[in-house]
């Protein structure tokens, strides 16, 4: 079998079902995911139509330049619905408090939401983030809205995409069934706990929380379009099981493979092969 993680940056996406774009650093990546939301936003803004996104907590940079955009530029986003992907929970099941350092819901608040000028800022019950009380309601409130614009996701180390992890080890799962899971709770796998750590707490896996809410497999294939973006190291070998590799619950965002409108946007250096040599 072909180790697709050898595949050379300039041979990414070439023949693969999934659209490849390299953009040259994390500032462009950052700009073409905002730009990409507002050119969706003021084409439906004319129209009359409302957006709606499902929205990742990383990458994170494009938010702040979202909003300084649309102030500059007056651009209202009183028409757009976000589903925020998911959200830690505590150890009874609970969002935990939106003013911890680890809360989606805060980082959202303080780093995208709060930046709007107030008549141009979206709704607050346009706000949406998966309830461990009622993960059924995400699925009503996307039909309400005539179905998702825009699926924004990062890939986890293991292929996650939101927090849908792979199965674990033992646990039978086929192609369809995987592919089809709602909105749900679940346990947060050993990879996503130690790499989160490394990102956020400085390898203190110790209180990255074990319990997620994610939106499900079934919810974001159900998007119009799907847009993947990858901007750290670490993620050199997955991208390419993402794009490359074979469609599998245990690649969880190989799936966007099957999906008519799907593409994936890195940087160059998460486009070079991933290194093999001792430190």
């Not at 070439?14 to 003021?42: C, F, P, Q």
């Not at 499902?54 to 209202?76: D, K």
């Not at 965002?253 to 040599?277: D, K, M």
Request: negative net charge; glycine residues 6%; charged residues 25%.
């Amino acid at each position: 079998m072909e180790d697709v993680t050898r595949i050379e940056a300039a041979d990414l996406g070439e023949g693969a079902s999934v659209r490849v774009e390299i953009l040259e650093t994390n500032e462009d990546l950052y700009h073409d995911m905002a730009r990409t939301m507002l050119n969706k936003l003021t084409a439906n803004n004319v129209e009359g139509y409302p957006t709606a996104f499902i929205l990742p907590v990383g990458p994170v940079g494009q938010y702040r330049r979202l909003a300084r955009i649309c102030n500059l530029e007056r651009i209202s986003l009183r028409n757009m619905v976000s589903f925020n992907m998911d959200e830690y929970l505590d150890d009874d099941g609970n969002w935990l408090p939106a003013d911890h350092p680890l809360s989606f819901r805060g980082h959202m608040q303080r780093n995208f939401l709060d930046l709007f000028d107030p008549t141009l800022a979206p709704a607050p019950e346009n706000i949406i983030f998966p309830d461990p009380r009622d993960p059924d309601a995400i699925q009503q409130r996307i039909d309400d809205v005539a179905g998702i614009d825009i699926c924004y996701g990062g890939i986890g180390i293991n292929g996650h995409v939101a927090f849908n992890e792979p199965p674990e080890p033992g646990e039978v799962v086929s192609v369809e069934e995987f592919g089809s899971r709602p909105t749900r709770v679940l346990e947060l796998s050993r990879e996503t706990r130690l790499i989160n750590s490394v990102t956020v707490a400085d390898g203190n896996r110790e209180i990255i929380p074990t319990l997620a809410i994610t939106i499900g497999m079934k919810e974001i294939l159900a998007s119009k379009e799907i847009r993947l973006y990858a901007n750290r190291e670490w993620q050199r070998a997955i991208v390419r099981r993402v794009v490359h590799g074979p469609v599998t619950p245990a690649v969880p965002c190989s799936y966007v493979q099957q999906h008519p409108r799907a593409s994936l946007t890195l940087t160059e250096f998460v486009a070079q092969p991933p290194r093999r040599r001792l430190a």
